[in-house]
């Protein structure tokens, strides 16, 4: 059974006081459904992701109490993609035509931060300071940088890229370009990236409906297509986060297991893609998951960047509603919001920020804490 | 004034020469920092005790320019935090394990470092609360 997606919406991405996160997974979720033309009495299923709100169905109070099934998630920075893909599985199975995936979240302003005993990481290692997730982007691209020749003007024009995306996308949260200049001389956070080389956490909400293929024409006359979405976690050897330790072994991450897997399970390749989402939670970030995911060569990136082949009328065009860099990262709608954006981009909906050329296939990715991946891959 | 180790079992103490304290798998071999009970690789339970070599290269690096989120960070802050390195260093063929560094400038891939103990803070108590770093050596 194919899945198609017939519905996307958000609410904006930024700083909204007095509106609570459940309130923004209602103005999402009334968004997507008037864009796929259906009512919430038509829902038959639903998903929910979020880190902040323990129980992301408590949406029904301000929906309508329909009695439908609805389940919760939290997967890291990878709920929306696990929301996604049991929803998407749900109507593959058989059990329902048609469901919304939903995520939302309200973060404190700052760094994330957890109790360390929770990721099985020893108490110590908190106390000493080591329970940081922005330390782990600095030694993992600091690292790349050394061994494939990428330099921090590379950093500084990915992140003068996702701002000036960010610009031409009113649901955005940081909408103001910043000159390279500007992102190098910010504050050094964690050598080799500053301030503004860094997303933040914030607030926001977005929802996509979803339902069998066979039946979209009855929703939408441009449903787009769920190809693949998968969810993988770390194998031992792989540098990732809240790591006390590694191995001597090395092996590839979790982005590059389930790039792969999604990219088979669809039956296309890096070279089909016309428009890319990636999880920019710093621009070294996205620099290091342009090859993991397999878009080019470890090393490249200097050079695609510096031809402008990663904006928005380039060849490889990512981020182009400004990532997160320009969005903040609400949890659990991050991940939908990339959803959000290639819908419309395959749709030709994206206005300001269209990419030229009639794209037919998108991609997105999400990487987080501690230690796993999603990637989505849609066509119309 | 007493000198407190940061935490039980993580290193030697007290010891004139300072090891970390890992565990190595008695069935596939694979050695972790921290010690723990069950072996990440093979699913085993008999792990051992091994103490890890104090010398090795620099693997990977940062540098932390503001203070953790406190809690679980339980270091100086405000005025009195002080930007410290942070990297991966490779301690022989057994294990890379992530440290404090004693230097943020001049740290390279690759470079020789050895273990220290450093003062990390002071408790409730007054005692010197110690913990392990690397240091470039000479």
Redesign the interface.
């Not at chain 2, 809690?71 to 270091?75: A, K, T, V």
């Given at each position: 059974m194919d899945v198609a997606i017939v519905g996307v919406g958000l609410h904006p991405f930024g700083r909204f006081a007095g509106v609570t996160g459940i309130e923004m997974g209602a103005i999402a979720i009334r968004k997507a459904l008037a864009d796929a033309n259906v009512e919430w009495r038509d829902i038959q299923f639903a998903f929910g992701g979020s880190y902040e709100i323990d129980n992301p169905d408590a949406v029904v109070a301000l929906m309508g109490l329909t009695g439908i099934p609805f389940n919760n998630v939290y997967n890291g920075c990878a709920t929306a993609a696990s929301v996604l893909t049991l929803a998407a599985n749900t109507i593959r199975l058989g059990e329902h035509e048609l469901g919304i995936a939903v995520g939302m979240d309200k973060h404190l302003p700052g760094a994330f931060s957890a109790d360390p005993r929770l990721y099985a990481c020893p108490s110590w290692y908190g106390e000493l300071g080591h329970f940081v997730t922005t330390k782990f982007f600095g030694m993992k691209i600091n690292k790349y940088m050394h061994d494939h020749g990428i330099s921090s003007a590379t950093l500084a024009r990915v992140a003068a890229k996702a701002y000036r995306n960010g610009a031409r996308n009113p649901n955005a949260f940081r909408r103001k370009p910043l000159s390279e200049a500007e992102i190098l001389g910010s504050r050094m956070l964690n050598h080799p990236l500053t301030q503004y080389m860094f997303c933040a956490p914030d607030e926001g909400a977005a929802a996509v409906v979803l339902c069998r293929a066979d039946r979209a024409h009855r929703y939408t006359d441009k449903p787009i297509y769920l190809r693949a979405s998968a969810v993988r976690t770390r194998r031992l050897g792989a540098f990732e986060v809240h790591s006390p330790w590694l191995p001597i072994e090395e092996t590839a991450g979790p982005t590059v297991d389930v790039s792969r897997a999604a990219f088979e399970t669809a039956g296309i390749g890096p070279e089909d893609v016309d428009v890319i989402q990636l999880q920019d939670t710093d621009a070294g970030a996205e620099v290091i998951h342009l090859a993991e995911n397999g878009f080019c060569k470890d090393g490249e990136q200097e050079s695609l960047v510096a031809r402008g082949e990663l904006e928005i009328g380039g060849r490889l065009p990512v981020n182009t509603d400004g990532g997160l860099l320009a969005n903040g990262e609400p949890i659990g709608a991050s991940g939908l919001r990339q959803v959000h954006e290639i819908v419309l981009q395959l749709r030709g909906q994206a206005g300001e920020r269209q990419v030229p050329g009639d794209p037919k296939v998108g991609y997105t990715q999400l990487y987080g804490a501690p230690g796993v991946a999603g990637v989505s891959i849609l066509s119309v | 004034m007493a000198r407190v180790p940061?935490?039980q079992g993580?290193f030697t103490w007290p010891a004139e020469d300072p090891r970390l304290i890992?565990s190595r798998c008695g069935a596939c071999g694979?050695?972790?920092?921290?010690a723990q009970d069950s072996c990440?690789?093979c699913a085993s339970t008999g792990m051992a005790q091994h103490l890890l070599p104090r010398r090795g290269q620099l693997?990977?690096?940062?540098?932390?320019?503001?203070?953790?989120?406190s809690?679980?960070?339980?270091?100086p802050t405000g005025d009195a935090f002080v930007p410290y390195g942070?990297?991966?260093v490779?301690l022989g063929?057994?294990?890379?394990?992530?440290t404090?560094l004693t230097a943020?400038d001049g740290l390279r891939?690759g470079m020789e470092m050895e273990l220290v103990l450093v003062p990390?803070r002071t408790d409730g108590e007054g005692n010197e609360v110690v913990?392990f770093a690397f240091r470039p050596a000479a």
């Open positions: - | 940061v935490a993580v890992g694979i050695v972790t920092f921290p990440p690789r693997w990977a690096w940062t540098t932390q320019e503001f203070p953790p989120p809690p679980p960070y339980s270091g942070v990297g991966y490779q063929e057994d294990v890379k394990v992530e404090r943020t891939i990390f913990s």
